[in-house]
T-cell receptor, first 112, second 116 residues
Framework: AQSVTQPDIHITVSEGASLELRCNYS??????LFWYVQSPGQGLQLLLK??????LVQGIKGFEAEFKRSQSSFNLRKPSVHWSDAAEYFC??????????FGTGTRLKVLA | DTAVSQTPKYLVTQMGNDKSIKCEQN?????MYWYKQDSKKFLKIMFS???????INETVPNRFSPKSPDKAHLNLHINSLELGDSAVYFC???????????????FGPGTRLLVL
């Protein structure tokens, strides 16, 4: 069955520190993968996506993600976190049947 | 211009009432969706519509009835509201998913429904 796992429910980092949010997927074919961010009380904003090609994809707000087929992972990274990055982050896979399957989300807290 | 808009943003109502949430997209997309986000932030698909036709109904109670009057609109009507319906409902849209092609889904701001 298709699934997305985000192992970390909560992550706390200091402002200026680097960040890595983990995402593992289970999908039979070439996955189409996404990272979305949800700020408190807000909707979902697309950070970046992977469809094919270069396995390191750049997104908005200084985020990047690396697709590793051998590890079934699509981890999100940022070299230096800003206080405004505090939010909920969701990894998703396009199931190919008119729906996304989302992970359970990782809540990021940024310490000043 | 807002790409995917939803109204209302907040909805507080009593159990047993009937309510509707409206969604409009101005992206020219062919496919629209409704997702439910529960209190634990888990997002799950409810319905998918492609060119006004229902594609997915993900075992949603029949108290929920989506309606797509045209490709740009997908409304959600909920009858006999229950406490468990309290959640955030997100509308989304994407380009038509042709064979071998995938569309990125763009989400609306969400409608926060509270059933008392």
């Amino acid at each position: 069955a298709q699934s997305v796992t985000q192992p970390d429910i909560h992550i706390t980092v200091s402002e200026g520190a680097s960040l890595e949010l983990r995402c593992n997927y289970s999908y039979g074919a070439t996955p189409y993968l996404f990272w979305y961010v949800q700020s408190p009380g807000q909707g979902l904003q697309l950070l970046l996506k992977y469809f094919s090609g270069d396995t390191l994809v750049q997104g908005i707000k200084g985020f990047e993600a690396e697709f590793k087929r051998s590890q079934s992972s699509f981890n999100l990274r940022k070299p230096s976190v800003h206080w405004s990055d505090a939010a909920e982050y969701f990894c998703a896979v396009d199931s190919g049947t008119y729906k996304y399957i989302f992970g359970t989300g990782t809540r990021l807290k940024v310490l000043a | 211009d807002t790409a995917v808009s939803q109204t209302p943003k907040y909805l507080v109502t009593q159990m047993g009432n009937d309510k509707s949430i409206k969604c409009e997209q101005n992206l020219g997309h062919d496919t629209m969706y409704w997702y439910k986000q529960d209190s634990k932030k888990f997002l799950k698909i409810m319905f998918s519509y492609n060119n006004k036709e229902l594609i997915i109904n993900e075992t949603v109670p029949n108290r929920f009835s989506p309606k797509s009057p045209d490709k740009a609109h997908l409304n959600l009507h909920i009858n006999s509201l229950e406490l468990g319906d309290s959640a955030v409902y997100f509308c989304a849209s994407s380009q038509d998913q042709l064979a071998g092609a995938r569309g990125t889904q763009y989400f609306g701001p969400g409608t926060r429904l509270l059933v008392l």
